[in-house]
């Protein structure tokens, strides 16, 4: 799937930098072995049964690309919000060999979001999920999402657990990292990858990871939240 065009003018709202460190962020490297479990104990059955209506919350609806139409709406539950959408992958944060300036044409060396020592987070090793930013169709924020908060993501009957990681644009949904898609069997090239349907993202309100970075604890805080979102819907 070619990354939508328009999330190099979000964030900041500068143009993509090319950025290389050396030989080796020049060269795609391969992409580490995608988990073949599901994470946590709440299987995706359990998670998509009680998705299968939405209350709108968002004041609009999203595209799920630049020419797409806008279908998607931002949907409110007890104790989290969802959406269901496509996957456009991000690569954006610390370079490596896998994300950086020549593997990404869109690379941005930044994430919304950074790692408890300040610096970007890495796209290829870190699950997390892109957010739209604010707007007037819809304020993450204001819903009870920020940055660190935990989103369960399923797909092809598997829930992989990640963060709120970064922001993109304003009127286009549907996008996680690197290391999202990879751990569930999507295509995971920041060019050429992603899909274009079947992706469920339930972001749980009030949520944290500390720190963003540390992927176990997302499963584990993601695993009892995902139980909770189970018994009170």
């Known amino acids: 799937m070619r990354k939508r065009l328009a999330f190099a003018l979000a964030g900041a ?12 962020a020049a060269t795609r490297g391969p992409a580490p072995a995608p988990k073949s479990a599901n994470e ?11 998705v299968q209506s939405c209350s709108q919350i968002s004041n609009g609806k999203y595209r799920t690309d630049d020419e797409t139409s806008a ?7 007890n104790g989290a919000v969802f959406w269901k959408a496509d996957m456009d992958i991000d690569c954006d944060g610390q370079v490596t060999s896998r994300c950086n300036g020549d593997t ?33 169709t819809w304020n993450y924020s204001q819903a009870g999402i920020k940055g660190g908060g935990v989103v369960a993501v399923i797909y092809n009957n598997k829930v992989q657990y990640a963060v709120v990681g970064d922001t ?3 009127k286009i949904i549907g996008e996680a990292s690197y290391a999202t898609a990879n751990a569930l069997g999507i295509d995971p090239d920041p060019e050429t ?22 992927h176990d604890k997302a499963v584990s805080v ?12």
Do not use: M, R
């Open 193 to 214: 990858g992603g899909t274009d349907s079947g992706v469920t993202y339930i972001l749980f309100k009030n949520s944290s990871v500390s720190p963003i970075e540390n």
């Open 104 to 136: 990404d044409p869109w690379f941005q060396d930044d994430t919304a979001f950074h790692q408890s020592d300040g610096k970007p987070l890495i796209a290829d090793k870190l699950p997390y999920v892109v957010v739209p930013s604010a707007s007037s």
């Open 13 to 24: 709202g500068l143009l993509a930098v090319s950025v290389t460190t050396g030989a080796g």
């Open 40 to 50: 946590g104990t709440v299987t995706a059955a359990q998670l998509l049964a009680k």
């Open 71 to 77: 279908t998607i709406p931002v949907c409110g539950a």
């Open 222 to 233: 993601g695993d009892g939240l995902a139980k909770q979102f189970i018994q009170n819907n």
């Open 168 to 170: 993109g644009p304003t």
